[in-house]
């Protein structure tokens, strides 16, 4: 299994939901107690509070709960009509039997453990599947999956069931089963074509998959793809791997790269000063590169800019994309792209991670870099480009 999968399973469920137009005069005659009991029992939807993607409103699984609960006997006709539920609709029941009914909750939660399938949450704009273990946890915490009866759901337009028929935990077994054939093709193809399977002499592979070409279906970078994790079987200071995608026709991985060129650069990378002194101060775990097809990188818009900008000499087909985990407990990322041949280093914001950096663009600019709000860093003055040399030092240009 890959370290950093292609995560196309829960890619699935990213945004799902559309805008719904204002209406604050519309009304529902139909939000009674019994109708919501059978929305529960026919919810399909994914568990989750406030809805899911960007534009969410509360789903029909959470309105019908919300009527329940702050209905009376409500712990009664939750327990009543728990059995006939599905996966999400038990797990919006257990959750309000927490706050009801405590003796009724610890009653079901080994039968609702000892059912196959995990639970399909969402938050925010993210989409994933969670043991019912781990989801029963979280509910009796005071956790985004927890059930808070002082808290409304959220409808932008009116109060009402929009009993859609979307049958999300269908879809996520589809998805699974096609993940299936893409790895077995994946695999497949690592086997039966020479120049892919010629990496296995330097690297382990992980993660192939094989994407596109199949209907409507194509891959990220090319309509037809062959992708996976090449780690490197040479004992280098960190782990050292490249995260690859080759386009297929037919039958044949159209290889663009050649095994030793790649290890050329993880070798290099590996050795640089900048990363050793970077594992000094917070830990370096893994050097990655990406590769699509014959470029060292995934997508050239951001060198062109660059090129524009620097003037190295280099095409910006040649520079080369960098990823290093970082971080001895909190894993974090840092990531820069490289000119290749050039003592020059473009980081994006995630430079900041080092206290080092941090400190030299503190002396060239009398500020300092604050994290915003989500974790990420933000730069007092984004017109400067911090870049580096294979010593560290830090420049704005």
Same mark, same amino acid.
């Given at each position: 299994?890959?370290?950093?999968?292609?995560?196309?399973?829960?890619?699935?469920?990213?945004?799902?939901?559309?805008?719904?137009?204002?209406?604050?005069?519309?009304?529902?005659?139909?939000?009674?107690?019994?109708?919501?009991?059978?929305?529960?029992?026919?919810?399909?939807?994914?568990?989750?509070?406030?809805?899911?993607?960007?534009?969410?409103?509360?789903?029909?699984?959470?309105?019908?709960?919300?009527?329940?609960?702050?209905?009376?006997?409500?712990?009664?006709?939750?327990?009543?009509?728990?059995?006939?539920?599905?996966? /999400?609709?038990?797990? =919006? @029941?257990?959750?309000?039997?927490?706050?009801?009914?405590? !003796?009724?909750?610890?009653? $079901?939660? &080994? *039968?609702?453990?000892?059912?196959?399938?995990?639970?399909?949450?969402?938050?925010?704009?993210?989409?994933?599947?969670?043991?019912?273990?781990?989801?029963?946890?979280?509910?009796?915490?005071?956790?985004?999956?927890?059930?808070?009866?002082?808290?409304?759901?959220?409808?932008?337009?009116?109060?009402?069931?929009?009993?859609? /028929?979307?049958?999300? =935990? @269908?879809?996520?077994?589809?998805?699974?089963?096609?993940? !299936?054939?893409?790895?077995? $093709?994946? &695999? *497949?193809?690592?086997?039966?074509?020479?120049?892919?399977?010629?990496?296995?002499?330097?690297?382990?592979?992980?993660?192939?998959?094989?994407?596109?070409?199949?209907?409507?279906?194509?891959?990220?970078?090319?309509?037809?793809?062959?992708?996976?994790?090449?780690?490197?079987?040479?004992?280098?200071?960190?782990?050292?791997?490249?995260?690859?995608?080759?386009?297929?026709?037919?039958?044949?991985?159209?290889?663009?790269?050649?095994?030793?060129?790649?290890?050329?650069?993880?070798?290099?990378?590996?050795?640089?000063?900048?990363?050793?002194?970077?594992?000094?101060?917070?830990?370096?775990?893994?050097?990655?590169?990406?590769?699509?097809?014959?470029?060292?990188?995934?997508?050239?818009?951001?060198?062109?800019?660059?090129?524009?900008?620097?003037?190295?000499?280099?095409?910006?087909?040649?520079?080369?994309?960098?990823?290093?985990?970082?971080?001895?407990?909190?894993?974090?990322?840092?990531?820069?792209?490289?000119?290749?041949?050039?003592?020059?280093?473009?980081?994006?914001?995630?430079?900041?991670?080092?206290?080092?950096?941090?400190?030299?663009?503190?002396?060239?600019?009398?500020?300092?870099?604050?994290?915003?709000?989500?974790?990420?860093?933000?730069?007092?003055?984004?017109?400067?480009?911090?870049?580096?040399?294979?010593?560290?030092?830090?420049?704005?240009?």
């Amino acid at each position: 299994m890959s370290r950093y999968p292609l995560l196309r399973v829960l890619g699935l469920f990213l945004c799902l939901n559309g805008w719904i137009p204002f209406n604050t005069h519309a009304t529902d005659t139909t939000l009674s107690v019994s109708n919501a009991c059978e929305v529960l029992k026919n919810f399909r939807g994914e568990y989750s509070y406030g809805g899911l993607g960007e534009f969410a409103e509360s789903n029909d699984g959470e309105l019908a709960l919300w009527i329940i609960f702050h209905s009376s006997k409500a712990a009664e006709t939750l327990s009543n009509i728990y059995p006939q539920c599905r996966e /999400s609709g038990k797990a =919006y @029941a257990l959750a309000a039997l927490y706050h009801l009914d405590r !003796k009724a909750f610890a009653s $079901l939660t &080994n *039968a609702f453990c000892s059912e196959p399938g995990s639970i399909i949450i969402g938050v925010g704009c993210i989409g994933y599947s969670l043991s019912r273990e781990e989801l029963l946890a979280d509910m009796q915490k005071r956790t985004t999956l927890a059930f808070d009866p002082s808290r409304k759901p959220d409808r932008r337009s009116q109060m009402a069931f929009f009993n859609k /028929s979307r049958d999300i =935990y @269908a879809e996520f077994r589809r998805r699974e089963e096609e993940d !299936k054939e893409e790895k077995e $093709l994946g &695999n *497949a193809l690592l086997q039966s074509n020479p120049g892919l399977s010629a990496f296995t002499n330097l690297f382990n592979v992980e993660g192939a998959m094989a994407i596109g070409g199949f209907g409507d279906i194509k891959g990220a970078h090319f309509d037809s793809e062959w992708s996976g994790n090449f780690v490197s079987r040479e004992k280098l200071r960190f782990e050292a791997m490249a995260c690859t995608v080759f386009p297929i026709n037919g039958d044949v991985v159209n290889v663009g790269v050649a095994p030793e060129q790649i290890m050329t650069e993880l070798r290099s990378l590996a050795n640089l000063p900048f990363i050793k002194l970077l594992d000094a101060e917070i830990g370096v775990q893994c050097v990655r590169i990406s590769v699509a097809g014959k470029r060292l990188q995934w997508d050239s818009a951001d060198p062109e800019t660059f090129e524009k900008r620097l003037h190295t000499g280099v095409p910006p087909n040649e520079w080369i994309y960098c990823v290093l985990d970082v971080g001895r407990k909190e894993q974090r990322m840092i990531s820069f792209y490289h000119p290749k041949g050039v003592d020059l280093y473009v980081m994006d914001y995630s430079v900041f991670e080092s206290a080092n950096w941090r400190e030299q663009y503190r002396r060239i600019t009398g500020k300092r870099p604050k994290k915003n709000t989500i974790g990420g860093w933000e730069c007092p003055d984004p017109k400067y480009l911090p870049v580096i040399d294979k010593e560290g030092t830090l420049r704005l240009l």
